[in-house]
């Protein structure tokens, strides 16, 4: 028979780890509603930029910046993968490591040098047990990543492509598509593509737009185009901040909802195991009282 007081404890313990679960998945909630918020805000500002170029390209302007040049020859390659200082998130840093560390492989058989960055203690630990050496580590990323930050890790892959040190920069990262819905993606942002298509703009309207460029249109090119490489790395690190806090909301949820069942069950077996002693100890009463009489 179990011991109620085993059970007890035991019950008692899980119910201090309920406790800590939830308040983790109300942190995570917090969180996750105020990264979503800038998430959107970056979204449509990295739009605007990108609607900008493109309403230059059809409005006439030939583009010719050095990062939309495709290179005829990748001799450096950089992969930039953004995983989570800390862990309790499910799969979230598990995906984008395993995405991270195959996308490395296939790269190191087509291209000669292939570094690898990473943002995130659980990523590095990751590339660390797959025996792969980090050129570059990141640990002040939380769930607010800064700007300046991230630009300053920008500014050093500009200043790399334009001197020949890199030729490709492909970030591995946990795309935010809605609350539902994060995808691991690999996107390469250097050289710079999809800006000379239409995209989702309709060619009619986005040709019907007027500009008067001063002083030039290269002189505002050598402006947007950096940029525009700046905002879209960091809205990987945005992505990422999101969907690292709504798997932990989710994986902190799970985790509550389990102990609350594990409770109930320990509950059930508290009960009979104290009505089988009680039952015991009368039996054991009667059968001393008879033996006396």
Not at 10 to 25: A, D, F, G, Q, V
Not at 40 to 64: F, P
Not at 251 to 270: D, P, R, V, W
Request: proline share 3%; net charge neutral; glycine share 6%.
């Amino acid at each position: 028979m179990a011991n109620p007081r085993e059970l007890d404890k035991r019950r008692k313990s899980i119910k201090n780890i309920r406790k800590i679960t939830r308040t983790m998945e109300l942190i995570a909630t917090a969180r996750f509603r105020k990264a979503m918020d800038r998430a959107h805000a970056a979204t449509a500002y990295t739009n605007q930029i990108m609607k900008l170029v493109r309403d230059l390209v059809n409005a006439g302007v030939s583009v010719e910046h050095p990062l939309l040049e495709q290179r005829e020859e990748t001799k450096n390659a950089a992969i930039l993968v953004l995983s989570a200082n800390r862990g309790f998130c499910g799969g979230f840093n598990g995906n984008v490591t395993r995405a991270g560390v195959q996308h490395y492989k296939l790269l190191k058989e087509q291209i000669s040098n292939v570094r690898v960055e990473v943002s995130g203690k659980r990523g590095m630990n990751g590339f660390k047990q797959a025996r792969i050496d980090l050129a570059q580590s990141y640990t002040q990323f939380e769930d607010r990543p800064s700007y300046d930050e991230v630009e300053m890790i920008a500014n050093r892959y500009l200043e790399e492509y334009a001197a020949g040190k890199l030729d490709r920069l492909d970030v591995v990262y946990t795309s935010f598509e809605s609350a539902s819905k994060q995808v691991v993606t690999i996107e390469t942002l250097l050289p710079l593509g999809g800006l000379e298509t239409g995209g989702d703009e309709p060619a009619e309207a986005a040709s019907s737009t007027l500009y008067d460029f001063l002083p030039s249109p290269e002189s505002i090119l050598e402006e947007v185009v950096p940029t525009s490489f700046r905002i879209k790395l960091f809205k990987c690190f945005l992505d990422t901040a999101v969907s690292e806090q709504i798997s932990r909301m989710v994986a902190m949820k799970g985790a509550t909802e389990n102990a609350g069942e594990l409770i109930k069950q320990l509950s059930m077996q508290y009960n009979r195991a104290r009505q089988g002693r009680i039952t015991s100890e009368l039996m054991d009463l009667i059968g001393g009282v008879e033996a006396l009489s």
